[in-house]
């Protein structure tokens, strides 16, 4: 599987926008850029995904590079309830290859009030 | 809806034990998949199914590690003779199907202390 880098940590204040990159140069033609997050005691939950182009859903942005060797997951205005670890995953679309969650130790997001 | 849902939340035993661990994943979702979390790491993948066979169970650590879904719905993963090094989350998640391209959905998972 490819494998994605990201800081252990980071830290932002309510309210203001926060951006969590990623980085992935290994990435394939055929992998899938995935975000999911994990708040405190419980399982992770689906944030987001993409290929090429930039994504946009209720929860947040995708920002992926030209290249795709890096992405960057953005929340516009980070609450309380953000602060959780945030995964970047490749997937491959493959039914059988891409089936699996690749989770790496991800990033510990602190929201300040 | 309902969602992924575990039991027990909590189960604490001795080594050597033998533990089930049970999963019932979203009503109509043909793949359940088993990952282990231990303090301070990601998930690691053990083992999914697609229907009610063992599609990948090449994350299972060893043979004291079996898992079933006999009816393709609820599966229980099963640990023989279990060691203090069992210790962890083990977290369940299913999905409409398999590939990338599918959300998988998780439950809040079982923590098994073993002592």
Same mark, same amino acid.
């Given at each position: 599987?490819?494998?994605?880098?990201?800081?252990?940590?980071m830290?932002s204040?309510?309210?203001?926008?926060?951006?969590?990159?990623?980085?992935h140069?290994?990435?394939?033609?055929?992998d899938?850029i995935?975000?999911? @997050?994990?708040?405190?005691?419980?399982?992770?939950?689906?944030v987001?995904? =993409?290929? $090429? &182009?930039?994504?946009n859903?209720?929860?947040a942005?995708?920002?992926?590079?030209?290249?795709r060797?890096?992405?960057?997951l953005i929340?516009?205005?980070?609450?309380? @309830?953000?602060?959780?670890?945030?995964?970047?995953?490749?997937r491959?679309? =493959?039914e $059988? &290859?891409?089936?699996?969650?690749?989770?790496?130790?991800?990033?510990?997001?602190?929201?300040?009030? | 809806?309902?969602?992924?849902?575990?039991?027990?939340s909590?189960?604490?035993?001795?080594?050597?034990?033998?533990?089930e661990?049970r999963?019932?994943?979203?009503?109509?979702?043909?793949?359940?998949?088993w990952?282990?979390?231990?303090?301070?790491?990601?998930?690691e993948?053990?083992?999914?199914?697609?229907?009610?066979?063992?599609?990948?169970?090449?994350?299972?650590?060893?043979?004291r590690?079996f898992?079933?879904?006999?009816?393709?719905?609820?599966?229980?993963?099963?640990?023989?003779r279990?060691?203090?090094?069992?210790s962890?989350?083990?977290?369940?998640?299913?999905?409409l199907g398999?590939?990338g391209?599918?959300?998988?959905?998780?439950?809040p998972?079982?923590?098994?202390?073993?002592?």
């Amino acid at each position: 599987d490819a494998k994605t880098t990201q800081p252990n940590s980071m830290e932002s204040n309510e309210e203001e926008p926060v951006h969590l990159p990623c980085n992935h140069s290994t990435i394939s033609g055929t992998d899938y850029i995935h975000w999911y @997050r994990q708040l405190p005691s419980q399982g992770p939950e689906y944030v987001i995904h =993409g290929l $090429t &182009s930039n994504v946009n859903n209720r929860m947040a942005s995708l920002a992926i590079a030209e290249d795709r060797k890096s992405s960057t997951l953005i929340l516009h205005r980070a609450t309380l @309830r953000d602060a959780a670890v945030y995964y970047c995953i490749l997937r491959d679309r =493959g039914e $059988t &290859s891409g089936s699996r969650l690749t989770f790496g130790e991800g990033t510990q997001l602190t929201v300040n009030p | 809806g309902a969602g992924v849902s575990q039991t027990p939340s909590n189960k604490v035993t001795e080594k050597g034990k033998y533990v089930e661990l049970r999963c019932d994943p979203i009503s109509g979702h043909t793949a359940l998949y088993w990952y282990r979390q231990s303090l301070g790491q990601g998930p690691e993948f053990l083992i999914y199914f697609q229907g009610t066979g063992a599609a990948d169970d090449s994350g299972l650590p060893n043979d004291r590690f079996f898992a079933v879904r006999p009816e393709g719905s609820v599966s229980t993963l099963k640990i023989q003779r279990t060691e203090r090094g069992d210790s962890a989350v083990y977290l369940c998640a299913s999905s409409l199907g398999t590939g990338g391209l599918n959300e998988q959905f998780f439950g809040p998972g079982t923590r098994l202390t073993v002592l």
